[in-house]
T-cell receptor, first 115, second 115 residues
C-alpha cells in the first residue's frame, strides 16, 4: 500500500496567487482530514470528510480556503488568494471508517511558503 | 467538547535514560486516547491507543502509556530512550461514540535524546 499521497511536497508562491494542494487517501478509506501545522498554532484540523461529504469545516480559516472531495480517491484544498500567513505544512490524513477507533494515516505533508 | 494539554513543550533526555511525556485531557464523556509520533519532515504515525480494557497499553518500540481516569491523564513512558526516539509526540483524544468523530490533538512535546 502506498499510503496517503500528497502533492506537491513543496510549494513556493507569491501573495495573491491561487494554491491547490492535492491528496489521494488510502484505497478503501472513507474518511479524509486536512490539517495545518505551524510552530505558533500547532496542528489544526481544517476540515474532514466522511464518504466524500464534508462533516466538519469549522476549522477552515476563512473564505479564502475551500476543500473538495469529488470522489473517494481524491481531495483538494485550495487557497485563493494566498497570503504569507498561510505558510505552513498541510497534512492530509485518511481513516478506514468514520469511527475514531480506527487509525488515522497521515501523508508526508505539503510545505507551503507564500512570499 | 474535548481538549488535550501537554504541559511540556520540550523534553531533553540523555540516551538510555527513562522518559515520561505528560498528557492530560478534558471531556464530559468517556474517551478514546491516542499517542502519535512525528519524526522530522514526516507525517504523524500512531504510536499506541487506549480504547477499552487494560489501562496500560504498549507500543512495539518499547513505549507504554497508562490511562488514569481519576486524574484524566494518559502519560507516555519509556524506560530507556534511543537516539532514534527523537521526535515530536502528540497526545490526542476522541469522544467515545459509535458515530463518526474527529480526533483532537494536543500541542505536542518535542523529545530530544542527547547522546
Amino acid at each position: 500500500d502506498a499510503g496517503v499521497i500528497q502533492s506537491p511536497r513543496h510549494e513556493v508562491t507569491e501573495m495573491g496567487q491561487e494554491v491547490t494542494l492535492r491528496c489521494k487517501p488510502i484505497s478503501g478509506h472513507n474518511s479524509l482530514f486536512w490539517y495545518r501545522q505551524t510552530m505558533m498554532r500547532g496542528l489544526e484540523l481544517l476540515i474532514y470528510f466522511n464518504n466524500n461529504v464534508p462533516i466538519d469545516d469549522s476549522g477552515m480559516p476563512e473564505d479564502r480556503f475551500s476543500a473538495k472531495m469529488p470522489n473517494a480517491s481524491f481531495s483538494t484544498l485550495k487557497i485563493q488568494p494566498s497570503e504569507p500567513r498561510d505558510s505552513a505544512v498541510y497534512f492530509c490524513a485518511s481513516r478506514k471508517s468514520g469511527r475514531s477507533t480506527d487509525t488515522q494515516y497521515f501523508g508526508p505533508g505539503t510545505r507551503l511558503t507564500v512570499l | 467538547a474535548q481538549s488535550v494539554t501537554q504541559l511540556d513543550s520540550q523534553v531533553p533526555v540523555f540516551e538510555e535514560a527513562p522518559v515520561e511525556l505528560r498528557c492530560n485531557y478534558s471531556s464530559s464523556v468517556s474517551v478514546y486516547l491516542f499517542w502519535y509520533v512525528q519524526y522530522p519532515n514526516q507525517g504523524l504515525q500512531l504510536l499506541l491507543k487506549y480504547l477499552s480494557g487494560s489501562t496500560l497499553v504498549e507500543s512495539i518500540n518499547g513505549f507504554e502509556a497508562e490511562f488514569n481516569k481519576s486524574q484524566t491523564s494518559f502519560h507516555l513512558r519509556k524506560p530507556s530512550v534511543h537516539i532514534s526516539d527523537t521526535a515530536e509526540y502528540f497526545c490526542a483524544v476522541s469522544a467515545m461514540k459509535t458515530s463518526y468523530d474527529k480526533v483532537i490533538f494536543g500541542p505536542g512535546t518535542s523529545l530530544s535524546v542527547i547522546p
